[in-house]
């Protein structure tokens, strides 16, 4: 049992673990039953641990790291030239291959990078850090990369793509605003929820089925501006990485994807200080070491001054004279290294986004607050050249508040979901053949999902107790790469998982009328309702030869939290619910299959995906509901539940080196949905179902100085319900609606352009050098004593970005509204559609500096 207990850290990190000790029986429940499938599902790969042949074989490990700022490089190829045999850096940095004695050839590769080999003589185990140099300024690679072309051949896992920062700062900018999860839209598989708005959802699925994590911290509302951009500062940000075609066992909890997003651990060789000027933000990064070569830090902070700008320009009489908006963001990380085995990483976000409206000609008053906070300690442990474990504490939170006062009345709504979470991953690389996963983590959730509070002077309105769900939610796991032969390779895995709602709570006995009958008291800790889920997954590789390949998978997930949305978008207004004893957990099933193919040496690389998801449980509001129905009521019983079918094709065409690079993504795609409750119980189109979606990204380097850059998007408008008539009622004209989401927006294009210049910095010195001269001929000095300043040899850099969003004006629409002219007594009334679009042509510019 020793292995179970550490599964989690102590229970003085977790602010009711009285209620986690209570849970402990499960977590042993939990355990026997992992052990139990792991020896059933797994038994014929662990056995061929033991089966070692008559030669001799060590152990090559250590970590690969970026030369000039001490950053570990996440999936870099480590292998031996002579068999092929190797690995990849974890996200760690960390690799390790088991071979057989002998002489070899070591070989380090990432992108970007300059290769680097050595001759090794392996006749014991062997620890070989290595720091690889950035050659990016000669070396062009695509904005998108999936670990390289031999990758998107020879890797079992299928839809998953990483995301360069560097490059993504040449593409279009809206308003000049770098914005990591504009980009994830334009890869096949993952749509935008409409026009302005940072949300996003792959293969059919909602907002709320994607699992974001900022250094292991779930991020609960990824965007800022009402969802205008991301959360995600790209200074701050060091590797991202979108999985969509079916998550390895280590990731739990939500039904349809996993945006992976590392921070910097900063400089630990010198200081930098970098940052941008835009058109409505400012960014400042500052980062170096603590002791070199042994700790580092960085700071990224980001705010917006539309409040400043704008205010200037406002007439003093205009009522929203005092009102103003801006958002903020602060990333931060120190990391240490205590030995050659050990390390410690501290990091934690925190940003928020503020609204307020105060009117000079009433004593109205408003405010919006709403953002993220997370934090997370990480303890890095090689217990040997095999074996590394990484143990997490981690804290995330998030807040939702809107507040109006009028004259003396005050009234406040609010929203949240704060979790303690911990978490331990082990990684064990018994040979080249295994790459073996294991662990499991913990959770204390603390729900929000609607409260209020009202007062009138001194008096206070009696609106309920603030409404709060507690939860306990784990999950352990196993997975193994198993390369069964040079040309078949499978990643197998299960992963089982646990669910409790618990007090304490009261839940509200109705009858049919609605009316409150009874009430049922829980008390802290009581189990209300318990859920367990197994959850296997599968991904092949099938190598036709060296520059195609067959993949195909298979998923099956669980989540047991939900996102409840009102509107066609996600909004901070949107609540988190956890599963009670009436939502039940989400639950999907998924096949994929493609193939894949690289072209010219790996220059060009292609793929074609088919997939179908199956979900159940899904979860609406019901017709007519308000989130603030769950005042003195359980909010549980606003919702209705369902199920949903999505499937599609998606193709994918890249051109990763070269000056002229770029892909070119499509997606045919058919998303429904079949509410009991909803549409007469008849099956309807989700309100993100596109049945056509192309993304074109190119960007062309000219030269040193100039890179140039273009985004084109087309997709299918979104489904919506109108209006399809009207009749007169007791004096009143009432609506007659059509078959939910019946209607279609129109198509949805843009095309974006970007320019961005870079400084010849060599030029300015020269010319420097030699005003300098001049001075020293004028006084008869010898030219040859000149010294030159050292400041003018200083590592500094700047570009400016132009970019120009939606170049030809395209009016998209953001949503449409109905209005009526005439009369409808004489039957002279008309009803005329208006659309609203949101974004003419922009164009913006942004300079970058790094010094």
Known sequence: MSFYRALFLPKTIFPHHKAMINFVPQLQKMARSLFLITLFFFSPFLSSFSQTNSAEKYTISGYVTEESTGEFLIGANVYLVENKKGATTNVYGFYSITVEKGDYTLAFSFIGYRDTTMAIKLDKDLRINISMLDISTTVKEVVVNAEGSEKNIKGTQMGTFNIDIDNIKKL????????????????PGVSSAGEGNAGFYVRGGGPDQNLILLDEAVVYNASHLFGFFSVFNADAIKDVQLIKGGMPAQYGGRLSSVLDINMKEGNNKKFNVDGGIGIISSRLTIQGPIKKDTSSFIISARRTYIDVLAKPFIPKSKPGRNSGYYFYDLNTKINYRLSDKDRLFVSGYFGRDVFDFSSNKTEFKSSIIWGNATACLRWNHLFNDKLFMNTSAIFSDYKFEFGALQDQFEFKLFSGIRDWNGKVDFSYFPNTKHNIKFGGNYVYHTFTPSGASAKSGEVEFDLGEIVKLYAHDAAIYFNDDYAITDLFAISAGVRYSYFAHIGPFDRYVKDNFGN?????????????KDYT????????????????SIKGGYTQNYQYIHLASLSAISLPTDVWFPSTEIVKPQFSTQYALGYFRNFKNGTYESSIEVYYKDMRNLIEY???????????????????????????????????????????????????????????????????????????????DLNERWSFSTIFIYATGNAGTVPIGRYMY???????????????????????????????????????????????????????????????????ESNWNFSVFNAYNRMNPYYIYFDTEGDFASGSMTVKAYQVSLFPVLPSVTWNFKF
Do not use: C
Request: hydrophobic share 30%; glycine share 8%; charged share 30%.
């Open 172 to 187: 279009p900018a809206f308003m000049g605003e770098v914005d990591i999860l504009k980009m994830i839209q334009l890869l």
């Open 516 to 528: 409150i009958t009874d009430t049922i008291f829980y008390k802290h800790g009581d189990k209300i």
């Open 533 to 548: 889920g197994l959850e296997p997954r599968a991904s092949f590789r099938y190598t036709l030869n060296e520059n195609s």
């Open 622 to 700: 019901k017709e007519g509901s308000q989130p603030e129905d769950g005042v003195k009521d359980n909010p549980d019983n606003s919702f209705t539940f369902g199920k949903g079918y999505s499937y599609g094709a998606e193709f994918f065409l890249k051109k990763a080196l070269g000056k002229f690079n770029g892909w070119i993504g499509y997606t045919l795609a058919w998303t429904e949905r079949q509410f009991e409750d909803l549409n007469k119980g008849k099956v309807f189109p989700a309100k993100y179902d596109r049945r056509h979606d192309v993304s074109v990204v190119l960007t062309y």
């Open 730 to 796: 007791e004096g009143y004209i009432v609506n007659e609606y059509g078959e939910r989401n019946s209607y279609r927006l129109a198509a949805y294009h843009r095309l974006d352009l970007s320019a961005t210049y870079t400084p010849d910095r060599s030029k300015k010195i020269a010319k420097k050098k030699k005003k300098l001269e001049a001075k020293y001929l004028k006084k008869g000095k010898d030219i040859s004593t000149i010294e030159i300043p050292k400041r003018w040899a200083k590592n500094y």
